[in-house]
């Protein structure tokens, strides 16, 4: 898992820390997103579910 931002392809389960999430289709045109984001003890995770050919992104917001 990378530390500032995830790029992937793949459904699944991410995160650590506050993040904000950005989904792009096919085209690489952002689009609006679904995404379920929850807490998890000390971290929020987001369960992305992705059609063929989308790419999400979700950043890390880094608290001062």
């Known amino acids: 898992i990378g530390e500032e931002r995830i790029i992937t392809m793949r459904s699944g389960t ?17 689009i609006p997103n679904q995404f379920t984001i929850r807490k998890m003890e ?10 063929e050919g989308q790419i999400a992104i979700l950043k890390r917001i880094m608290k001062p």
């Open 14 to 30: 991410y995160g650590w820390g506050d993040v904000k999430c950005h989904l792009f289709d096919v085209d690489d045109r952002e």
């Open 42 to 51: 000390e971290k929020t995770v987001v369960d992305v579910i992705l059609k």
